[in-house]
Each structure stands twice: as structure tokens, then as C-alpha cells.
């Protein structure tokens, strides 16, 4: 079964950078894609950005131009490099793995997901 570890959370003061990183063992599928979702406290979890097998690549409103998402098939490691912080990005950070044929579009939505990282929390002061 697949295995998904993040790390690479911490704090950082607001404008500062923090890169994620998501370790996928027993990885085997051919057509997927992974996706990095956060939850603030007291929010619900949202999609952040996602992945494909194609290194396609889709990212919520909120984040673009300020997180990038990239995939090492050679690791078989997920990154998300966040610049620009901000206090609103605090929050637990969740990958998540689609083995399937899902648009990359849905793959921003918790119910597509096949398989869950534990998290790690990203904290953003001002």
C-alpha cells in the first residue's frame, strides 16, 4: 500500500520561504496525481495544488504565483516550495496521492483522494 510522509514544516515570519516535501513509498501507479491540501484551525481542508503523471499542474487562486509544486519520479518525492508567506497560509499541510484518471481540476478536491500523508504544520507569523 501507499505510503506518503510530509516534512519540511515550520515557522517563519510573514514574506519568508518553506519548502514541503512529500515522500511516497511503494509508489507504483502509472497514471496519478498529488496533490498538497492545508487546513487552518477552524477551516475546513482545501486544495492548495496538484501534480499529474504529466507534470501538469494546477493551483488554487489563493497560492498562485507564490507556491510551485514539482515532483521527483527518481525520489518518488512531491515538493512544495512556498515563497511569499503569509499569516493566512498557516495551517496543516496534507499531500495526498489519486490513483486514477481524474482531471488534474479535481484533483484539488479531498473526496478524489486515494491516500493520505500525516501532515505537517506550517506556521506564518506576521
Known amino acids: 500500500q501507499v505510503q506518503l510522509v510530509e516534512s519540511g514544516g515550520g515557522s517563519v515570519q510573514a514574506g519568508g520561504s518553506l519548502r514541503l516535501s512529500c515522500a511516497a513509498s511503494?509508489?507504483?501507479?502509472?497514471?496519478?496525481?498529488m496533490s498538497w491540501f492545508r487546513q487552518a484551525p477552524g477551516k475546513e481542508r482545501e486544495g492548495v495544488a496538484s501534480i499529474n503523471n504529466a507534470g501538469r499542474t494546477i493551483y488554487a487562486d489563493s497560492v498562485k504565483g507564490r507556491f510551485t509544486i514539482s515532483l521527483d519520479n527518481s525520489k518518488k518525492t512531491m515538493y512544495l516550495q512556498m515563497n511569499s508567506l503569509q499569516p493566512e497560509d498557516t495551517g496543516h499541510y496534507y499531500c495526498?496521492?489519486?490513483?486514477?484518471?481524474?482531471?488534474?481540476?479535481?484533483?484539488?478536491?479531498?473526496?478524489?483522494?486515494?491516500?493520505w500523508g500525516q501532515g505537517t504544520l506550517v506556521t506564518v507569523s506576521s
Open positions: 495526498a496521492a489519486d490513483r486514477g484518471n481524474s482531471p488534474l481540476g479535481d484533483c484539488l478536491l479531498r473526496s478524489v483522494m486515494d491516500v
Open positions: 511503494r509508489f507504483s501507479w502509472d497514471r496519478y496525481c
